[in-house]
């Protein structure tokens, strides 16, 4: 039976880098935020949006990611409205996935929203990569070319670390890649999964 590790942390903790330390070792890793992206391009979603968010979010039927990142980052319900529409098709998804790995001893789901959206109490384990917040904005205003206002706006819609870690198996402090790397083989070498490669 394959086990899952739910990875999860906030925004800026870099749980996309531990993520591409697992795929490394040659654990299949889910995406979820990137698998959305392209999730959200299919027709079934591009309607619901314009239902419920209006056609001005479309540039010729093309939506405009950072006007719907704007409105659901300031509004709680309006983020809900957007997760009910998203996720659902983000489940399926990654149950066909999950069929295609099931000989695999393990894989990695990542998400941002994880404990938010209770989806946590699916998987085997928890893992938080958790980061300080000054290193976090920092982050995410070079990633994003965005202001700090901007980032903390978003951080507030997402829990602290302190209460990600408290309902996690594993937490790895992402400030070192080196010593981020070497938590990963940690994990692993608990869970007795064999790294395939190094």
């Known amino acids: 039976m394959t086990k899952i590790i739910g990875l999860t942390g906030g925004i800026g903790s870099g749980k996309t880098t531990v993520a591409g330390f697992f795929r490394e070792m040659g654990i299949p890793v889910y995406i979820a935020d990137d698998e959305a992206k392209k999730l959200m391009q299919?027709?079934?979603i591009i309607n619901q949006i314009k239902i419920s968010f209006g056609e001005s979010l479309f540039d010729n039927n093309?939506?405009?990611?950072?006007k719907l990142a704007d409105i659901v980052f300031k509004d709680a319900d309006k983020l809900a409205v957007l997760n009910s529409i998203v996720h659902p098709v983000v489940k399926?998804?990654?149950q066909i996935w999950l069929s295609q790995n099931k000989d695999q001893p393990l894989v990695?789901?990542?998400?941002?929203?994880?404990?938010?959206?209770?989806?946590?109490?699916?998987?085997?384990?928890?893992?938080?990569?958790?980061a300080p917040e000054e290193v976090r904005i920092e982050?995410?205003?070079q990633r994003d070319n965005v202001t700090k206002e901007q980032v903390?706006?978003?951080?507030?819609?997402?829990?602290?670390?302190?209460k990600r870690i408290s309902l996690s198996n594993f937490v790895i402090n992402n400030v070192n890649l080196k010593i981020a790397k070497e938590e990963v083989l940690k994990i692993l070498k608990?869970?007795?999964?064999?790294?395939k490669q190094s």
């Not at 093309?62 to 950072?66: C, I, M, Q």
């Not at 929203?113 to 928890?126: A, R, W």
């Open 42 to 44: 299919s027709e079934e």
């Open 62 to 66: 093309v939506l405009n990611r950072a």
């Open 92 to 94: 399926k998804d990654f």
């Open 108 to 130: 990695i789901y990542e998400a941002a929203i994880l404990f938010e959206s209770g989806k946590y109490k699916e998987f085997d384990y928890i893992l938080t990569v958790a």
């Open 139 to 141: 982050r995410v205003m």
């Open 152 to 162: 903390l706006s978003r951080m507030k819609m997402q829990w602290n670390d302190e």
């Open 190 to 195: 608990i869970l007795n999964i064999k790294q």
